[in-house]
């Protein structure tokens, strides 16, 4: 019997690699939002010191330009913040996107691995059926070998 050969195997290993394309787009999706992140906790982190040394400097000196100074790089900051947090929330729908279509993918690779593995069930009965009368075919053959042999002597 011939060895088992999946007619559509070609289109499923085409679907894996845009999967996998798909895969890698999202964890470099993944590590751009991770890094938004980070610089958005370091803008905060440098918000809150600026915070603690503008507290100190107003209980030692009260200074009216460095008074509207301070307002202006807080302000600054805040904004700063804001920003990151709209890359976030834009890298964030991306990686929506993504991920759905990974979903997609996934389920069109999958139905061609289902329809694969039918295939070859299909083809290992057939083997099976095909072995089991060659098997039974060989027997009988032996059994009316012995029948002859034994009506002979």
Known sequence: MK???????????IKKRAEDEIKKKLGAKNREILASRQDRLDVQKKLESFF????????????????????SYRSHLQNEINKKEQIINTLMKEQDQLRQKL?????????LEILK??????WKKEYHLEEQEFVDDVSQKGFIRRMHAGKEA
């Open 103 to 111: 979903a997609f993918a996934r389920k069109q690779s999958r139905v």
């Open 3 to 13: 060895r088992f050969h999946f007619k559509l195997q070609a289109l499923l290993e």
């Open 52 to 71: 603690v040394e503008e507290k100190q400097q107003r209980l030692r000196v009260l200074d009216l330009l460095a008074l509207r100074l301070s307002i």
């Open 117 to 122: 593995e039918k295939k070859l069930l299909e």
